[in-house]
């Protein structure tokens, strides 16, 4: 059974820092593109960012870009978020996602709150 499920995060200070988790299983993890989604109340779920299955290709929305980095560790089967200088903007679940065979798979998502 494919699965994603993510952890990590939690209610945070504007400046501060997270670092969210998605631990993946029923799938060769190593062989897959992975992303982190987002989406924050009355919005769509938006981009933010993707790295490929080596790790040596990444891409990010700029919204984030410079703050937030991504990475994994395919002996884990995770990927992770880093997180730092949030903003209040940047209140929202955050979703861990990949595609097999054309489908969309996506974890249940980690609520992160800005706030002060």
């Known amino acids: 059974q494919v699965q994603l499920v993510e952890s990590g995060g939690g209610l945070v200070q504007p400046g501060g820092s997270l670092r969210l988790s998605c631990v993946a299983s029923?799938?060769?993890?190593?062989?897959?593109?992975m992303n982190w989604y987002r989406q924050a109340p009355g919005k769509e779920r938006e981009f933010v960012a993707a790295i490929s299955n080596a790790g040596d290709r990444i891409n990010y929305a700029d919204a984030v870009k410079g703050r937030f980095t991504i990475s994994r560790a395919n002996a884990k089967s995770t990927v992770y978020l880093q997180m730092s200088s949030l903003k209040s903007e940047d209140t929202a679940v955050y979703y861990c996602?990949?595609?097999?065979w054309g489908q969309g798979v996506w974890g249940q998502g980690t609520q992160v709150t800005v706030s002060s």
């Open positions: 996602n990949t595609r097999i």
């Open positions: 029923g799938f060769t993890f190593s062989s897959y593109i």
